[in-house]
C-alpha cells in the first residue's frame, strides 16, 4: 500500500488541471439545479414593477406562469438529467469517458441559449430539457473520470469536488441571481450556462482518456504513458499498474502470469456490463442496491427542498432576507464540502454518511419547529445546518461509492442506475415540494422529511458497505475469502 507521502507526491499540476475540467460538468449541473430560484418571481411575472417587452431584445420582460407551471419548468431537468444518466453510462464504457463528456458540452450549450432566449413557457421547458441531459450525463462520467485518474490514496478526497464543484454553481448562480434578478436580466444568468459549456469543451480538447478505461480497452502502452504524465515524471506507477493487473485479470479470466505491461493482451476481453445485465447479476445486485438507496437518500432527505425554493419558502419568515439568506447557504454548502472532503478518507465513507443523514434529520426538526411557529432565527440557522450536514457525506460520498463497489467493467452501469435514481427523486422533490409545502402549510413537510431521514440512515447501515482503506471490491464485499477456497 502507498504511504501518504508517496500519495500526496503524485497530486500534480496537470491532475489538478484535469480533475477541474472534468468537473465544469458538476458545476453546471448545480448551475443550472438553482438557477431558477432567486430570479423566480421575476420570470413568472410575479413583481409588479416588471413592464411587458423589452424593446431592445424583442423577447417578453417575463414568461407568466402560475405554480403549476412554474414546477413543471423546473422539474423538467430533471427528466433530461435523467436521461442523460441512462445513456450515457453505457456510452462512457464503449466509447470512452472523454467523448462522452464532450458530447455533454453541446447540450449545456444549445440549452442554455435557449433558456436565455425563451419567449414562451415551451422554449423554457425545451432549453431545461437538453440542460439536464448534459447534466445527468456530465454527472454520471465525471466522478468515474475523476476516480480514474486520481492517486489510490485520494480517490475520496478528489471524488469529493463532485460536489464541491456542484456547489460552485450553485453559488454562482446564486449570487448572479441575487444582483440580476430584475427586469430581462434575469435572462443573463441563464445564458451564463452556454459560457461554461463553451470553456469546458475548450478544456476537454487537453484531457487524454482515462488510462484506467484504456487499460481495460487494451490500449496498454497509451495507458502507460498517460498514467505516467499524470503522476508525473519521475512517479513510480509500480503499485498501480499492478491493480490493473489484478483488475484485468480477475475481469478476463486470466493467469497470474498475464503481464499488463505486455505489448498486447492474449487474453479474450469481457463484454462491458450493460445496464440490464448488472441489476440481473447477483454479483452487481448488492453494489447496485446499495449505491441506488444512498443516491434516494441524497434527494429525498430534502436538500433540494433549500436549493431549488428557499427563497419562496423562507419569504413569508424572512421576506427581505431570503435571496441573503440563499446566498449564505450557498457559501456554507461550499465552505463545508471544502471542509470535510478530506472526511471520507479519514473516518470511512458510511460513517460520513450516518454522521450527515443524523445531522439532516435534526434539521428538518428544527425546520418545521422554526417555519410554524415563525421563528426567524430558528429557521435561518437550521437551513444552515441542515445544508452543512448535506456537505458532510451525503453531497460528496454518493459520487465515490459505484466505482469503488465494483469494477471498471460494471461501474458505467452502476453508475446509470444510481444516477437515474438520483434524477427520479430529484423530479418527485422538484415537482411535488411546492404543492405538499401549501397543502400542509407551516414547515410540517420537513417532518416528513425527518422521518425520511431516520428511514434511510436505517437502510444506510444495513446495506451499504465500507469501502476505505479495501484494496479491491472482493475485499469490499467479503469475496477474498471465497476465492482462496477456490
Known amino acids: 500500500m502507498a504511504s501518504p507521502t508517496a500519495s500526496r507526491s503524485n497530486v500534480t499540476p496537470y491532475l489538478i488541471f484535469l480533475v477541474f475540467v472534468a468537473t465544469l460538468g458538476p458545476l453546471q449541473f448545480g448551475f443550472h439545479l438553482a438557477e431558477l430560484n432567486a430570479p423566480q418571481a421575476v420570470i413568472t411575472c410575479e413583481k409588479k414593477s416588471i413592464t411587458s417587452i423589452d424593446a431592445t431584445a424583442h423577447l417578453p420582460q417575463c414568461i407568466p406562469m402560475n405554480a403549476s407551471q412554474f414546477g413543471l419548468v423546473s422539474s423538467i431537468y430533471t427528466l433530461g438529467g435523467f436521461l442523460g444518466a441512462l445513456l450515457s453510462g453505457p456510452l462512457a464504457t464503449k466509447s470512452g469517458r472523454r467523448l462522452t463528456l464532450r458530447i455533454t458540452t453541446a447540450f449545456f450549450v444549445l440549452g442554455s441559449i435557449a433558456e436565455a432566449l425563451s419567449p414562451n413557457i415551451a422554449t423554457l421547458s425545451i432549453g431545461r430539457f437538453l ?21 489510490p490514496q485520494s480517490r475520496g478526497f478528489f471524488g469529493a469536488f463532485t460536489q464541491v464543484m456542484t456547489n460552485v454553481g450553485i453559488l454562482l448562480t446564486q449570487t448572479l441571481g441575487y444582483f440580476l434578478s430584475r427586469d430581462s436580466l434575469w435572462r443573463n444568468i441563464l445564458g451564463v450556462g ?3 459549456g463553451i470553456a469546458e469543451f475548450v478544456g476537454l480538447l487537453l484531457v487524454p482518456e482515462s488510462p484506467v478505461w484504456l487499460a481495460d480497452h487494451q490500449h496498454t502502452n497509451q495507458a502507460l504513458q498517460v498514467l505516467q504524465r499524470i503522476r508525473g515524471k519521475e512517479a513510480d506507477i509500480e503499485e498501480e499498474v499492478r491493480a490493473w493487473k489484478a483488475a484485468l485479470s480477475a475481469e478476463n479470466g486470466a493467469g497470474e502470469e498475464e503481464s ?20 440481473t447479476d447477483e454479483k452487481y445486485r448488492p453494489a447496485i442496491l446499495a449505491v441506488v438507496i444512498v443516491m434516494l437518500a441524497q434527494q429525498f432527505t430534502g436538500v433540494n427542498s433549500i436549493i431549488m425554493y428557499s427563497v419562496s419558502l423562507l419569504q413569508s419568515t424572512l421576506p427581505t432576507a431570503a435571496p441573503l439568506l440563499a446566498v449564505l447557504i450557498s457559501v456554507i454548502n461550499l465552505v463545508v464540502t471544502l471542509a470535510c472532503s478530506p472526511l471520507p478518507d479519514k473516518i470511512g465513507r458510511k460513517r460520513c454518511l450516518l454522521l450527515s443523514i443524523i445531522g439532516m434529520g435534526s434539521g428538518s426538526v428544527l425546520l418545521a419547529i422554526g417555519i410554524s411557529v415563525g421563528q426567524k432565527v430558528v429557521s435561518a440557522l437550521a437551513s444552515l445546518f441542515f445544508v452543512s450536514s448535506f456537505a458532510v457525506g451525503l453531497g460528496p460520498v454518493p459520487f ?6 465494483v469494477g471498471p467493467e460494471a461501474v458505467g452501469a452502476t453508475q446509470s442506475w444510481a444516477l437515474s435514481a438520483n434524477w427520479i427523486a430529484t423530479f418527485i422533490v422538484a ?6 409545502n401549501e397543502a400542509l402549510g407551516g414547515g410540517k413537510i420537513y417532518w416528513i422529511f425527518a422521518a425520511l431521514s431516520a428511514l434511510f440512515g436505517f437502510l444506510i447501515y444495513l446495506r451499504v458497505p465500507e469501502t476505505q482503506g479495501k484494496s479491491s471490491v472482493d475485499e469490499v464485499w467479503g469475496r477474498t475469502e471465497e476465492r482462496r477456497i477456490d
Open 194 to 196: 452556454a459560457a461554461l
Open 131 to 151: 440542460s439536464g441531459i448534459g447534466a445527468g450525463a456530465s454527472i454520471v462520467v465525471g466522478p468515474i473520470f475523476v476516480s480514474e485518474i486520481a492517486p
Open 400 to 405: 465515490i461509492l459505484a466505482s469503488e463497489l
Open 260 to 279: 499488463l505491461l505486455s505489448q498486447q493482451h492474449t487474453a479474450p476481453r469481457s463484454p462491458p456490463v450493460t445496464i440490464l445485465t448488472a441489476v
Open 431 to 436: 415537482q411535488f415540494f411546492p404543492i405538499l
